[in-house]
């Protein structure tokens, strides 16, 4: 089944450590996003990739970085940096005809 | 820059019946798309329907259907027959058109509860 995978689903990290996100889709799509959820909120785009090897700052990168070394592979880490990391990650691919965006299940990352 | 505001916090709605989710956006570009996301309580996003900024007719997809008023600049997302399983937020997003790379920009969101 093509879809987009996203692990871990929880993850725990302590405050100044860095952590990676995963992302992997079989949807043969060349943009591939990762957005950032607070609660009660809408979804708000961290970076984004039209293609291997290259990759765009959204509208909240600070803090974030991430990698497009494969077309299927899209990791997130949220750095130190980043002042308040605890919120819902949602990667997503996109190449349909209307080019709508798929999302994976999603990470929630909490910082203790 | 655009901008989607959808200003229904949130609702309620009987089972079977319509109910109609306001989508209001601001843009400069000629060419756009919208978009309909459901996000149940499990958090994965669920595309419902889409409606591009040329299109002639209102979008449909079974019991989903897209109220376009394009002078109006709203796009809001009609749900009939609403079942159970219609209970989630529901976000309105919009795009620069047909376009690799699509970036997307998202609505706050409407919790629609549907009650037996």
């Known amino acids: 089944d093509g879809g987009i995978t996203q692990s871990p689903k929880y993850l725990f990290r302590k405050e100044g450590q860095n952590v990676t996100l995963s992302c992997e889709q079989n949807?043969?799509?060349?943009?591939m996003y990762w957005y950032r959820q607070d609660p009660g909120q809408g979804l708000r785009l961290i970076y984004y990739s039209q293609i291997v090897n290259d990759f765009q700052k959204g509208d909240i990168a600070e803090g974030y970085s991430v990698s497009r070394e494969k077309k299927e592979s899209f990791p997130l880490t949220v750095t130190s940096a980043q002042k308040n990391p605890t919120a819902f990650y949602l990667c997503?691919?996109?190449?349909?005809?209307?080019?709508?965006?798929?999302f994976g299940p999603g990470t929630r990352l909490t910082v203790l | 820059a655009q901008k989607i505001t959808q200003t229904q916090p949130g609702m309620f709605v009987q089972e079977k019946e319509a109910v109609t989710l306001d989508c209001t956006y601001d843009t400069s570009d000629p060419s756009y798309g919208l978009f309909w996301y459901k996000q149940p309580s499990s958090g994965e996003m669920i595309f419902l329907i889409y409606?591009?900024?040329?299109?002639?007719q209102n979008a449909t997809e079974g019991r989903y259907s897209l109220n376009f008023q394009k002078a109006r600049k709203s796009a809001n997302l009609v749900i009939s027959a609403s079942q159970l399983g219609d209970s989630a937020m529901y976000f309105c997003a919009m795009g620069p058109g047909l376009a690799a790379g699509n970036k997307l920009t998202f609505g706050g969101g409407t919790r629609v509860l549907v009650k037996p």
């Open positions: 997503a691919s996109s190449g349909g005809l209307r080019n709508e965006q798929f």
């Open positions: 949807l043969n799509h060349d943009a």
């Open positions: 409606q591009g900024s040329y299109d002639q």
